[in-house]
């Protein structure tokens, strides 16, 4: 494109800009000059026709208002899009100015050199003009300019496009009347993103029947947390869903999954070569379950405060490969900041949600210690800002089975509308190699876990139904009854000194033996 082809497309007449505004042009090039507000030249602004940079500026610019200096009379302006804009609405006698730095360049100093003017915001009609507008307003507003802004046809991108496509100045003057207030505009205009609903409208929503992926384990929307200290079987347990939900199978032969689902597996925590390995003790294989070949090289953000290109080109497939879980191990090494302050906490949950909107996410995380003498329920050991905790929806803590080295525990500790899981047991399945190594093959559901006081109201029930059915147990009878639930002898000891303190229950010997009967129910003398 030569410069006369250039104003052709733009409808610019060349002696009014050349004799109005100074500006001058080659086959290739349009100089521009800039003016202060009394009309110095503080610097040209170059329009390359033939190259990929298409601006350029002399040493010394700084973004400012193009045409400042011919409003001093106007107390009614349009700020637009553009120098060409600018030009052509001079050029049909409407007084205008536009950022030489475009629209993200207007700030609240231009915005005061226009202040107590009404001003028509007339930005091109494109993402990047309308996402502008709110933000020039309310710029303007602060320094008393009253501020309308101006609508084109949905297939009219800018003032330059409105004359191209054979549209009148009276046409023009027309969209400017029916300028709107910014109030007015918003409404209108505003991303999906940002409108309200009303209680009636939520009600009339249509959702998915089932809000879990694996039936109160996994969410099908939002996050669940897997926390507890290291080497107590995070990475296998998050192994064994990824695979249940990749097969489509049920949780531990146990906990229902919804329908087979691929996952993407964020892991900065595992070497590759570990992954292969149990990967091939697990028996996964086929492309349900995918890998960021180079997690290292992933961060959330980019150099220049955005999402970093990695961080947009993982959401794009998870997008495109339909993906419904993914799983982050861990979630100290992914997030930017501190995880202990709210606000760091606060900017992960909020990234990871636009990255991969409408998506369930497993985060895997460590717990913390209390110190010595300091109680700390479950969901406090959580490691971190405890904005964790009201960013997910479910919570697990995991912890190690002191008495066992293939055992550990899964509580829930939050589990949002749902009610609770209780506490259950799950066992690492080992197979010995010939090397002497071991592998972790998979998990199995070992059942519920009673807590100490669930446990001795269980044993109290059992010792009271045995002792109602029985009027003497012998204490070898009690435990045998006790320990086919769980229950453990120190339990069994605790629970029946209790009940005899309460009077509930009474003891005698009998040889070596101890008996037991309810208070009141036998005779001494009828035991021996």
């Known amino acids: 494109m030569n410069a006369n082809e250039y104003f052709e497309q733009h409808t610019l007449d060349q002696e009014f800009i050349k004799t109005t505004f100074g500006v001058s042009w080659s086959e290739d090039k349009i100089t521009i000059p800039i003016y202060d507000k009394d009309g110095k030249l503080l610097y040209c602004k170059y329009r390359h026709l033939n190259t990929t940079n298409k601006f350029s500026f002399d040493t010394g610019n700084h973004p400012t208002l193009f045409c400042l200096h011919k409003i001093k009379d106007n107390n009614t302006i349009v700020l637009c899009e553009g120098e060409p804009d600018c030009m052509k609405l001079w050029q049909e006698k409407i007084p205008a100015v536009t950022s030489t730095g475009g629209v993200a360049k207007f700030d609240e100093e231009m ?28 710029k303007l507003m602060n320094v008393g300019c009253k501020v309308k802004i101006v609508g084109l046809s949905k297939d009219i991108k800018d003032v330059c496009e409105h004359f191209g496509a054979g549209k009148t ?11 709107l207030t910014p109030n007015e505009w918003w409404k209108l205009n505003k991303p999906e993103d940002f409108k309200t609903i009303t209680a009636q409208e939520l009600r009339s929503m249509e959702f998915p029947k089932d809000q879990w992926l694996i039936d109160r384990i996994i969410p099908r929307e939002g996050f669940c947390f897997i926390f507890g200290a290291e080497g107590t079987g995070k990475s296998f347990t998050a192994l064994s869903i990824a695979k249940a939900l990749s097969e489509g199978k049920d949780w531990l032969d146990k906990f229902k999954t919804d329908k087979q689902c ?22 996964v294989s086929g492309e349900n379950i995918v890998w960021v070949k180079y997690p290292e090289k992933l961060q959330l953000v980019g150099e220049d405060g955005g999402f970093s290109d990695f ?32 606000d760091d906490v606060q900017k992960f949950f909020d990234a990871i949600r636009q990255l991969f909107p409408n998506k369930s996410i497993l985060a895997l ?49 939050k589990a949002r509308d749902a009610q609770k899981l209780d506490k259950f047991l799950l066992e690492m399945n080992v197979r010995q190699n010939e090397d002497e190594t071991t592998d972790v093959t998979g998990l199995t559901y070992k059942g519920e876990m009673l807590e100490a006081d669930d446990k001795i109201t269980k044993a109290r029930e059992i010792i009271q139904e ?41 003891g005698a010997k009998n040889g070596r033996e101890n008996t037991y009967f309810l208070t009141n129910s036998v005779k001494t003398d009828e035991l021996l």
């Open 311 to 342: 961080a947009i080109s993982l959401s794009e497939e998870v997008k495109a490969e339909n993906i419904d879980l993914i799983i982050i191990d861990s979630f100290v090494d992914l997030m930017v900041g501190n995880e202990n302050a709210a």
């Open 169 to 179: 100045k009276e046409e023009l003057v027309v969209s400017i009347s029916k300028a």
């Open 466 to 506: 045995l002792l109602s059915n029985s009027p003497v147990a012998s204490k070898k009878e009690i435990t045998e009854a006790c320990s086919s639930s769980g229950i453990g002898e120190r339990t069994i000891e605790r629970t029946l000194k209790i009940m005899t303190d309460e009077g509930v229950v009474d």
């Open 365 to 413: 995380h460590h717990e913390n210690k209390p110190s010595a003498g300091t109680f700390k329920s479950d969901a406090q050991r959580t490691r971190g800002s405890s904005n964790i905790n009201a960013q997910t929806t479910v919570q697990f803590r995991i912890e190690a089975i002191s008495s066992s080295k293939t055992e550990f525990s899964l509580k829930q500790t």
């Open 111 to 138: 915005a005061q050199q226009l202040a107590g003017k009404t001003v028509y915001i007339l930005f091109d009609n494109d993402e990047a003009g309308q996402k502008r507008v709110m933000s020039a307003s309310q």
């Open 262 to 283: 691929k996952v993407l597996f964020i892991d900065k925590e595992n070497p590759k070569q570990m992954t292969s390995r149990r990967l091939a003790s697990f028996e």
